[in-house]
């Protein structure tokens, strides 16, 4: 399978992975044959990527590091969530728990395994996919930091609640589909706050997960918010969600603004690291997550163009890729594999589709 832009999609094509709505269910299934209202749909949904099988890219399989059904169930339990606290009653902290250990022990069975993030997100399940996915993002760096179990549970805990303060802000600001004016931003701003009033009333959850949805936002030079702490006082596990959030939101599509490609997220995140985000994180961030995820299109120097086949985790800039046109731009008729670990004459030089 590989990963091209929706435009580039023709009647014919077949979707490789499935498409899920914002509670979780299945939109489009995986192995449906795309005609042109599947793209309409997808194009209202607001995506903007999609991934296919075709004959480039067979038998090359883009694995995410958890289940279809894991994540389902868990944007719906984050759903269930935010709806009953909207509707002001508690909620189910227990379903919180379960899910955190179901995906702590599916991310410890895929730990040497490269995060390719291969959830297409829709515009309006965004909070609940992005909760998801900085949950995901924050257990893996807690494993690949070396945290016990319990420190993984509570990260992991902290950051699938940590904007669960957005209940409180009005839908109209949240769901603004343009950017928001000074004004509303201050409100948007106000969910760090809301987050920890909710968070630290709840039994059976750890004062640490209301301490992450209260300075998720803090960064360590004292410009993020709402308290401009500044380094160590703010909690390593909020350094931890901080970098999750910013890397998931950033490679998300926005009403607003289109998403970065993996290599240019982490491009910012490694200039920001020291002054903004903890190095330490970082460093694990690009240990761990796919600069060029398998089923991207990309350039050599050489100007060969093929696909990605493989991550080597030591050498996250040097994956395996699969030549498919030669330096004329001339699609070969015996495509070849290349290991760039070994080639190091060879290197990306970016992101394209073929
Ligand atoms: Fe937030």
Known sequence: MRKILIDQVVDGMILANSILSPNGKVLLKAGVELN????KRLKLLGISEIYIEDDISEGINVLDVVSEETRQ?????????????????????????????????ELVANRNVM??????????????????????????????????MNRIKELGIGAFLHDIGKVLVPMEILCKPSQLVPEEFEVVKKHANYGFE?????????????IVAFGHHERLDGSGYPLKLRGESIHQFTRIVSVADVYDAMTSNRAYRKKLQPHEALEYLTA???????????????????????????????RQKGIVVKNNQNLPTRPVVRI????????????????????????IIGICQL
């Open 36 to 39: 042109n209202s599947y793209l």
């Open 73 to 105: 169930e868990a944007m719906s339990i984050i759903q269930n969530v935010m709806i009953s606290l909207r509707n002001d009653s508690g909620f189910d902290t227990k379903q919180v728990h379960d899910i955190a250990e179901k995906l702590i022990s």
């Open 115 to 148: 995060v390719n993030l291969s959830d297409i997100k829709s515009l309006d399940g965004y909070t609940f996919a992005h909760s998801v996915n900085v949950c995901i993002l924050s257990i893996i760096l807690g494993i690949g930091m070396g945290f016990n």
């Open 198 to 210: 909710i968070l630290k009333k709840c039994d059976n959850i750890s004062t640490i997960s209301a």
């Open 272 to 302: 920001l690291s020291n002054t903004q985000f903890d190095s330490a994180v970082v460093a694990a961030f690009k240990k761990h997550v796919a600069i060029y995820p398998v089923g991207s299109g990309v350039m050599l120097n050489n």
């Open 324 to 347: 498919i046109y030669n330096e004329y731009n001339q699609k070969l008729n015996d495509f070849y594999e290349i290991d760039l670990s070994e080639r190091l004459n060879l290197f």
